[in-house]
């Protein structure tokens, strides 16, 4: 009960104890799990908890993206991907031990590097005083949306030449964002698609045909016995016929 | 408890540079082309954690980036879409013409 009351006092570290871990500790459940299904699920987790570290900094709309975009898409996107190609061989695929032992030491050095950039610099390293740190609401969804059409409002205040200019606006890499995208989303779909002519196909449908020919041989086959068997029927009538005159 | 009163634009950049580590360690380690892309994943919310910690002005009143990093971390997330749908599309061909996902079977461009 005291842990709680501390804890509502001092809402925003703990939540963001909270959200670290989880980030941290579903990022180690995709690297250590062998299976790729599980693989994509913590990776949903580990997002998901990215995004709540967003909106704890204060970035409500980019939070709520890296959810919508993010984990509604791309994840959603990837877990196709993981459907498509699960083939009993592929599910479990274990890492050579050399592998892990070499990534283990350059990931390690890496990481020793970039938390002692991180906590050098003075500036960043300043505590801020979060108790009863407040929510408000930022109201950033309208100054981001004009931001990307070229207008900074947030910006109206300093008159520095860059905003004078309308440089600072964000319009030319919307624009070229767009165009990105469109390619893309062309090329992917043009990439992905089933070939007509692959070899595959090629072999069932040549099947098929081997198959159709025997069929359509075989009725030839039977059309003829059948009309043998009526001529001869026939024939015979006709012969008792002319005995019984 | 050592973290209560604290919380600094450091430790955000922690868990950034944490998730980066643990993203790369994932692109090099994982044999599935699949698992490969979701190491490059996290490697981007690394990054974009940066950028939204030095954009905040919660962390940092005086002297934060402000809207930049907003913005660069949404066209982050932008570009991160479409590198899955066209990676995911290449991995789709590959095993297609394969029969394997393994990263290590694709050695067709060696001189």
């Not at chain 2, 692109?27 to 919310?45: D, I, P, W």
């Amino acid at each position: 009960m005291n842990l709680l009351a501390v804890a509502w006092e001092y809402w925003h570290q703990s939540f963001f104890i909270l959200f670290a871990a989880c980030a941290i500790g579903f990022g180690f459940g995709v690297l250590l799990s062998k299976n790729v299904v599980r693989m994509a699920f913590y990776l949903v987790l580990s997002l998901g908890s990215t995004a709540g570290l967003f909106f704890l900094a204060g970035a409500e709309f980019v939070g709520a993206m890296q959810l919508m975009i993010y984990v509604g898409g791309t994840l959603v996107l990837l877990i196709f991907g993981v459907m498509l190609t699960a083939q009993k061989d592929f599910i479990n695929m274990d890492t050579h031990t050399q592998d892990w032992i070499l990534a283990t030491i350059v990931g390690g050095s890496l990481l020793m590097v970039l938390l002692f950039a991180a906590f050098g610099a003075e500036d960043w390293s300043k505590p801020q005083d979060l108790t009863d740190a407040k929510i408000e609401s930022t109201k950033e969804a309208t100054p981001l949306g004009l931001a990307l059409t070229g207008i900074r409002v947030d910006t109206l205040g300093d008159s520095g030449d860059a905003v004078k200019q309308g440089k600072s606006g964000y319009l030319m890499p919307f624009i070229i964002v767009s165009v990105h995208l469109l390619v893309v989303l062309i090329g992917a779909a043009y990439m992905a698609r089933t070939k007509k002519l692959s070899r595959a196909t090629d072999d069932k449908s040549s099947r098929a045909k081997l198959m159709l020919f025997k069929m359509e041989q075989e009725t030839e086959q039977l059309e003829e016995e059948t009309y043998v068997v009526t001529h001869r029927g026939q024939s015979a009538l006709n012969r008792t016929d002319s005995q019984d005159e | 408890m050592i973290l209560i009163g604290t919380v600094s634009v450091s430790w955000y950049l922690a868990v950034g540079a944490s998730l980066f580590v643990l993203g790369a360690v994932c692109m090099a380690t994982k044999r599935n082309l699949l698992g490969v892309l979701m190491g490059v994943e996290l490697v981007l919310n690394g990054a974009n954690m940066n950028f939204i910690a030095f954009g905040s002005k919660v962390l940092r009143p005086e002297g934060s980036l402000g809207l930049d990093g907003q913005l660069i971390a949404l066209f982050v997330i932008v570009l991160a879409a479409a590198e899955a749908a066209v990676a995911l599309a290449i991995a789709l061909n590959f095993y297609n013409n394969h029969n394997t996902v393994d990263v290590d079977r694709a050695n067709e461009l060696n001189g």
